[in-house]
């Protein structure tokens, strides 16, 4: 069965099955170098056949061969690996023979995989390079690039969540949606992604996560709804990019299947084993205040609380409990938009894990606090913890060194 987006809208949730709360399970075994590598493959690479969805239903071939030309895509956020492009074309893009206005030129650059997270088809038709299918990998949202070589244009950050991506403003281009169901994605901006939209028609996007500093974390999601990575990966690469597979999951009444060729299951372990060897990125040197931060994490550990729930070495206690949506503080949602928690299997949050958060704002899952001195002052009012301004500053510079 093909999942054509605007269909799955008219489903409503089935009623949510009791929480099942399976016990944290055991450290993964460390991977071999070669599932690592075969994962960063398939990570990067992988579309699982979603062209069934990309190509076949929602024709973005026909888009990006009409009207996206490089400019065009670097202003959606999309990325250009530069360890993928061959010399002459790093030259041409240098000395403008190459036009970073024609589509044409998008097509090359995905005949040389070099737009991360798009996997195109390139044939020659009547004697011309033809975008015959395209699909998307995971590395859309969830790599980014240094910028070396220009902005958007760099060697790939795998785990990096792409801030600067509008998945909603790409997906918004197919012309095979209705009217309503675009506005909804083009509602989303950068950065954001609603992963349950399509599944129980409610509207409230994510920021995208980081997939680094995973490895030790047994509830998967903000929501904690996984006990590993894999439940998630089959979950995104089924329900989401279109994937052929299967997902079944009682508590949210999610059953979802594409193709009879599954796709996704083999590639499951090599695809957690190199996420969980992302670790991640330690704060750039002078980039925070180390006297402050000295003094932010005897708050983080003392008057603050943090460490109540921010516990253990990924500074969460993810391990042993989620919180009640009433005890967080990114609740309750803006006005509108439906608790995120309520849409999940647990109906509760993850105390999310801490280190990298200077690479990745804005912060909480809705993306409610803009930099972490937002944070900080949220917990500050929504907690009466009494901070003084000094204490707030000095508890921020603390996060942004972890
Ligand atoms: C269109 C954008 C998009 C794509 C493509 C995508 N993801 Fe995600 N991913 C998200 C969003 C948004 C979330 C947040 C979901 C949540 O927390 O409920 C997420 C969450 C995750 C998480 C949970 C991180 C954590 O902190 O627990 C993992 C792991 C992950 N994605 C891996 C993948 C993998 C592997 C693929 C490819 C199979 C993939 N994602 C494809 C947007 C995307
Ligand atoms: C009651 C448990 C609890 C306490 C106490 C707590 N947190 Fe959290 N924290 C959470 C939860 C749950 C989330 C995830 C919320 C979400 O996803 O929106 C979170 C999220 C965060 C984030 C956002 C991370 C990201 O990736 O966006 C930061 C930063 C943070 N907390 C810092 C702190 C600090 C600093 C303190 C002390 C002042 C603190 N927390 C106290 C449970 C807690």
Same mark, same amino acid.
């Given at each position: 069965m093909n999942l054509a987006i605007q269909s799955r809208l008219l489903l409503g949730v089935a009623a *949510?099955?009791?929480?099942?709360f399976d016990p944290p399970r055991a450290a993964e075994p460390l991977a071999d170098d070669s599932a690592i590598a075969q994962g960063r493959q398939i990570f990067r690479f992988d579309t699982f056949g979603d062209e069934t969805l990309w190509t076949d239903t929602l024709r973005m071939h026909e888009v990006i061969a009409a009207a996206v030309d490089p400019t065009t895509a670097l202003s959606v956020g999309l990325k250009v690996d530069s360890e993928a492009l061959p010399a002459p074309v790093v030259q041409g893009i240098k000395d403008g023979s190459i036009s970073l206005k024609s589509p044409d030129t998008t097509i090359a650059l995905l005949k040389l995989d070099a737009v991360v997270g798009l996997k195109g088809t390139v044939e020659r038709v009547n004697g011309k390079d033809t975008l015959t299918h395209v699909g998307v990998t995971c590395a859309l949202c969830h790599s980014t690039v240094?910028? /070396?070589?220009?902005p958007g244009i760099g060697k790939r950050l795998d785990g990096w969540p792409n801030r600067d991506l509008n998945p909603g403003a790409i997906i918004a *281009? /197919?012309?095979?949606?209705p009217a309503a169901t675009k506005a909804v994605y083009n509602s989303w901006g950068p950065g954001k992604y609603d992963p349950r939209f399509n599944q129980d028609g409610k509207n409230g996007p994510q920021v995208i996560p980081p997939a680094y500093g995973l490895a030790g974390i047994h509830r998967i999601t903000a929501t904690g709804d996984g006990g590993n990575l894999a439940y998630w990966n089959r979950y995104v690469s089924v329900t989401q990019m279109g994937g052929h597979g299967t997902f079944d999951e009682a508590r949210t009444g999610v059953h979802v299947s594409h193709g009879t060729d599954d796709q996704v299951s083999a590639k499951l372990v090599a695809l957690q084993a190199y996420q969980l060897s992302i670790a991640a990125p330690p704060a750039p040197?002078? /980039?925070?205040d180390p006297a402050a931060a000295a003094r932010g994490r005897m708050l983080f550990n003392g008057a603050g609380g943090c460490a109540n729930c921010h516990s253990g070495p990924e500074l969460t206690d993810a391990n042993q409990r989620l919180h009640a949506p009433l005890d967080v503080v990114s609740e309750p949602e803006a006005a509108g938009v439906p608790s995120y928690a309520s849409r999940s299997a647990t109906r509760e949050y993850r105390a999310a894990p801490l280190h990298g958060l200077w690479q990745h704002p804005p912060y909480f899952h809705n993306g409610s606090a803009p930099t972490l001195v937002a944070v900080v002052k949220t917990y500050n009012a929504r907690k009466a913890l009494g901070l003084s301004e000094r204490q707030v500053t000095d508890l921020a510079e603390y996060l942004k060194s972890l």
């Open positions: *949510l099955a009791a929480c099942t240094d910028n /070396s070589f220009a *281009l /197919s012309p095979a949606l040197a002078g /980039s925070f």
